[in-house]
């Protein structure tokens, strides 16, 4: 690893990023950008406009994700990050950027964009858990924070289902059943930009990488011949989201949020708390929100990485009462890490 001193001097927020770096592990290459960066960083900044320039990105991620937009939005194949094994390799990189004057206007747009990101396999647990719930019957449901709204439109394919969950599920007799949605609402403040999905899939260690995302995409709009819509809204205005939803659904039997509510509040304001009352807003009696974004006491796994809970929380009268949690998560919230079969049992 280089020196700290330059990069924390020149471009503190992206050097801060080297701590998760460490606990990441073996992400050399993003380690090498940052060393690109020092190299052609003062170049980038002098064409940026005035009042724009490398320190308003908050992290790596996003500054890879604005040149990667780039690049595939005048023709540019996405690169690999992992054949991107030197800082020589980023520069060539960030050189090539500089060359082109259409490419560096549209990363310099595109320079403190929030990412995008999103792993379509995070979809299993609730596939397995509406499957379980509503077991063939009509369903419609919201997906809220929905990114590129790839999980609705996945729902009740192979592409969500596990062996290794169904064998765990069998244990105690349950059969995994899973469970497509009759009809569909996606929710998100940005709109859905595949491209800008592509460029958010900043480089994870690579036995983490979901490296599905393409094919994800494809059967997504395959799937999706006219059930599942998308509403561009923010999800903090509780008296505009019903409206929205009642639009264009009869009802809703489930609400589902991953990696969102970090988003909407801060950890120390009970995040699901305050979720609670737009959920209750949206669900129909005897509906159910899947929550997976509450980390959990158990302890993180080798690689650093939270575990993360499937909390199930449904709704009675008017009120919400949590129910199970019948799945952990691990690996941003893709891969199952534990099955609870008396859990699932209460669903
Ligand atoms: C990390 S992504 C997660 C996407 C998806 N739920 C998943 O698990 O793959 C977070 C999403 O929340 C959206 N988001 C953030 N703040 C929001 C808000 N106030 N209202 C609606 N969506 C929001 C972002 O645009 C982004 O698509």
Not at 220 to 237: C, K, T, Y
Request: hydrophobic share 40%.
């Amino acid at each position: 690893m280089s020196e700290r001193s330059p990069l924390s001097h020149k471009y503190p927020i992206i050097a801060g990023y080297r701590d998760r770096i460490n606990k990441w592990g073996d992400v050399d290459t993003i380690v090498q950008f940052l060393d690109a960066v020092v190299d052609t960083g003062s170049r980038i900044d002098q064409r940026l406009p005035e009042g724009r320039n490398l320190n308003i990105v908050k992290d790596p991620g996003g500054l890879v994700a604005a040149v990667q937009y780039a690049n595939l939005k005048t023709g540019g194949k996405r690169f690999d990050y992992f054949n991107l094994h030197t800082s020589a390799d980023w520069t060539a990189v960030l050189e090539s950027l500089l060359k082109s004057e259409e490419r560096f206007q549209i990363f310099a747009d595109n320079l403190d964009r929030p990412q995008q990101v999103t792993s379509p396999k995070r979809a299993i647990a609730l596939n397995y858990i509406l499957g379980k719930r509503f077991g063939g019957q009509e369903v419609y449901g919201v997906d809220a924070g929905c990114s590129a709204n790839l999980a609705l439109p996945l729902l009740g394919s192979d592409f969500l289902r596990s062996e290794q969950v169904e064998a765990d599920l069998a244990v105690d007799g349950f059969q995994g059943s899973t469970q497509a949605v009759t009809l569909g609402l996606g929710i998100d403040v940005n709109p859905v930009d595949v491209d800008w999905l592509r460029a958010s899939d900043w480089p994870l260690p690579e036995n983490m990488v979901d490296t599905t995302l393409e094919e994800a995409i494809t059967l997504a709009e395959l799937r999706n011949v006219g059930q599942i819509s998308f509403a561009q809204a923010d999800l903090r205005d509780h008296d505009l989201i019903p409206k929205v939803v009642n639009q264009l659904l009869p009802e809703v039997n489930f609400v589902q949020t991953s990696f969102l509510l970090g988003r909407l509040y801060k950890p120390e304001n009970q995040p699901e708390q305050q979720f609670c009352p737009l959920v209750e807003k949206l669900l129909t009696d005897g509906g159910i929100w899947i929550n997976f974004d509450t980390t959990t006491a158990i302890p993180s796994d080798v690689t650093g990485q939270s575990n993360y809970e499937v909390r199930v929380w449904e709704k009675i009268g008017r009120k919400l009462h949590y129910l199970a949690t019948p799945f952990l998560l691990t690996h941003s919230q893709v891969t199952i890490s534990r099955v609870f079969t008396e859990e699932f049992k209460k669903i």
